[in-house]
């Protein structure tokens, strides 16, 4: 017998279906994420994208399926206990809160938790986002899309998630901005201390950054594989409008 314990797979999904209004719009789909991987979930739009990140944090019910996070089997919590077992959600258009400041923005998720952040978990926000920091005192509403899409990111990670899922980072945000979101993933990655599940329409943001991906047609499984396995084809077939 080999003794060595293998460490399980930081997000397990399997066969999970959801319905909207009487429709299925997501038919078995199964995902693994390997611990301390960046992991592409892909796809056109209305494929179920948002709709599989939904399920999985508990945000909308599943007709079926399993959902374990680090062999902790979630399926069957709320939302709330998903989050507190180690889910961390950035949502599609962000949702930060405008009328708070930064400040406040930023601790939201912890204050929830009755937990004050520790000194150095907050410097960390501070060095893969030094405009948090900066801007501390401003109402959250001032920001521009991309700092508010970074402020998000940071609000997540003081929650310290065992699995960080990002909807569309890069959507509608300035490429300077994007390039500083690319390098605290990798950042992130090389720290070793979650894995990642990044939803993202921006290819190359997608290669750069990912260790595999799935493609999604139809809310079902087109492709999975290693990052090194998406080929022109598949981008051709599932990906490119
Ligand atoms: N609240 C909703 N009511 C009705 N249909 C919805 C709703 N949310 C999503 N859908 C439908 O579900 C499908 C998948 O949507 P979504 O998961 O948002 O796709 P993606 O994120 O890949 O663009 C789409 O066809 C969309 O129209
Ligand atoms: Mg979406």
Redesign the pocket.
Same mark, same amino acid.
């Given at each position: 017998m080999n003794a060595v314990a293998t460490e399980p797979l930081s997000l397990s999904v399997s066969d999970l279906s959801v319905s /909207? &209004?009487g429709s299925r /719009?997501l038919r078995g789909v199964s995902l693994d994420i390997r611990p301390k991987t960046v992991f592409c979930l892909m &796809?056109r739009? &209305?494929?179920?994208? =948002? =709709?599989t990140l939904k399920a999985i944090t508990g945000l909308m019910p599943a007709d079926n399926g399993n959902i374990h996070l680090a062999g902790t089997d979630l399926s069957r919590l709320s939302a709330d206990k998903r989050a507190l077992a180690g889910i961390g959600f950035v949502p599609q258009g962000r949702e930060i809160f405008p009328q708070l400041t930064v400040e406040e923005n930023l601790y939201v998720g912890t204050v929830a938790r009755g937990r004050k952040p520790k000194k150095e978990e907050i410097d960390r926000i501070f060095t893969l986002f030094p405009i948090i920091k900066e801007f501390l005192p401003r109402k959250g509403g001032m920001l521009s899309g991309g700092q508010q899409q970074q402020l998000a990111i940071g609000r997540a990670l003081l929650t310290n998630p065992k699995l960080l899922i990002l909807d569309e980072p890069t959507e509608g945000i300035q490429p300077n901005i994007i390039d500083q979101i690319g390098d605290a993933i990798k950042m992130l990655r090389e720290e070793g201390k979650m894995a990642i599940l990044l939803v993202e329409q921006y290819l190359d943001f997608c290669k750069e950054l990912g260790d595999d991906f799935t493609i999604?047609e139809r809310g079902r499984v087109a492709a999975t594989g290693p990052m090194t396995d998406l080929s022109e084809e598949l981008i051709k077939e599932f990906l490119t409008v």
């Amino acid at each position: 017998m080999n003794a060595v314990a293998t460490e399980p797979l930081s997000l397990s999904v399997s066969d999970l279906s959801v319905s /909207i &209004g009487g429709s299925r /719009i997501l038919r078995g789909v199964s995902l693994d994420i390997r611990p301390k991987t960046v992991f592409c979930l892909m &796809g056109r739009n &209305g494929v179920g994208k =948002t =709709t599989t990140l939904k399920a999985i944090t508990g945000l909308m019910p599943a007709d079926n399926g399993n959902i374990h996070l680090a062999g902790t089997d979630l399926s069957r919590l709320s939302a709330d206990k998903r989050a507190l077992a180690g889910i961390g959600f950035v949502p599609q258009g962000r949702e930060i809160f405008p009328q708070l400041t930064v400040e406040e923005n930023l601790y939201v998720g912890t204050v929830a938790r009755g937990r004050k952040p520790k000194k150095e978990e907050i410097d960390r926000i501070f060095t893969l986002f030094p405009i948090i920091k900066e801007f501390l005192p401003r109402k959250g509403g001032m920001l521009s899309g991309g700092q508010q899409q970074q402020l998000a990111i940071g609000r997540a990670l003081l929650t310290n998630p065992k699995l960080l899922i990002l909807d569309e980072p890069t959507e509608g945000i300035q490429p300077n901005i994007i390039d500083q979101i690319g390098d605290a993933i990798k950042m992130l990655r090389e720290e070793g201390k979650m894995a990642i599940l990044l939803v993202e329409q921006y290819l190359d943001f997608c290669k750069e950054l990912g260790d595999d991906f799935t493609i999604l047609e139809r809310g079902r499984v087109a492709a999975t594989g290693p990052m090194t396995d998406l080929s022109e084809e598949l981008i051709k077939e599932f990906l490119t409008v």
